[in-house]
């Protein structure tokens, strides 16, 4: 299996920048699809945006499109999500996940196997 370490999160104000890190460890990294979920009070866990394992190709959640990117190096066993333009509904957990299987970028809480322990990213008005 594979265990996830994030990093990065903070206390920022609306419009400011943050660059979140997911460390892989303990199986080839370039073996997972990786995700970036995020769960704000009240609220279900939701995808954010997720990259296959070759990291050529992206897939974002509507409401961050255009804000957020997603990114891999494999040769480093992390994954990043830098995260422009921020806003107070962007509030949350953030987690990384890793998904083996060999289907595109999933969207789904289920079909991730493999999960961190969620970095707190809070922005101000």
């Known amino acids: 299996q594979v265990q996830l370490v994030e990093s990065g999160g903070g206390l920022v104000q609306a419009g400011d920048s943050l660059r979140l890190s997911c460390a892989a460890s303990?199986?080839?990294?370039?073996?997972?699809?990786m995700a970036w979920f995020r769960q704000a009070p009240g609220k279900e866990r939701e995808f954010v945006a997720g990259?296959?394992?070759?990291?050529?190709?992206?897939r974002y959640a509507d409401s961050v499109k255009g804000r957020f990117t997603i990114s891999r190096d494999n040769a480093k066993n992390t994954v990043y999500l830098q995260m422009n333009s921020l806003k107070p509904e962007d509030t949350a957990v953030y987690y990384c996940?890793?998904?083996?299987?060999?289907?595109?970028?999933?969207?789904?809480?289920?079909?991730?196997?493999?999960w961190g322990q969620g970095t707190q990213v809070t922005v101000s008005s």
């Open positions: 303990g199986r080839t990294f370039s073996d997972y699809k």
């Open positions: 990259i296959i394992r070759s990291g050529g190709s992206t």
């Open positions: 996940a890793a998904d083996r299987s060999a289907l595109g970028v999933r969207t789904g809480v289920v079909t991730y196997a493999y």
